[in-house]
């Protein structure tokens, strides 16, 4: 498998995940408390791929390196 498609697939797994993570938290009891912890956890669960999708857009392999450990 070519690194373009495993680049894809890779991504379609990172958007899966905060998918996943979004119907999770739809299904959590809401309260006072739980409101604040529900929205750092969507916040946190969309990041990886906000983050994997800027490593792509990299300039130079150093960058994409520090940006993909960051994913």
């Known amino acids: 498998m070519d690194r373009i498609k495993q680049s894809e697939l890779f991504l379609q797994r990172l958007e ?10 739809r299904k ?14 969507v ?4 990041s990886p791929g906000a983050n994997y999708i800027e490593a792509i857009e ?4 150093r960058d ?5 450990r960051i994913c």
């Open 58 to 61: 990299s300039l130079s392999k």
């Open 28 to 41: 959590l009891p809401r309260g006072a408390v739980s409101d604040e912890i529900i929205g750092q956890l």
């Open 16 to 25: 899966a995940f905060s998918d996943n993570i979004n119907k999770l938290c």
């Open 64 to 68: 994409f390196y520090f940006r993909i």
């Open 43 to 46: 916040r946190a669960g969309g």
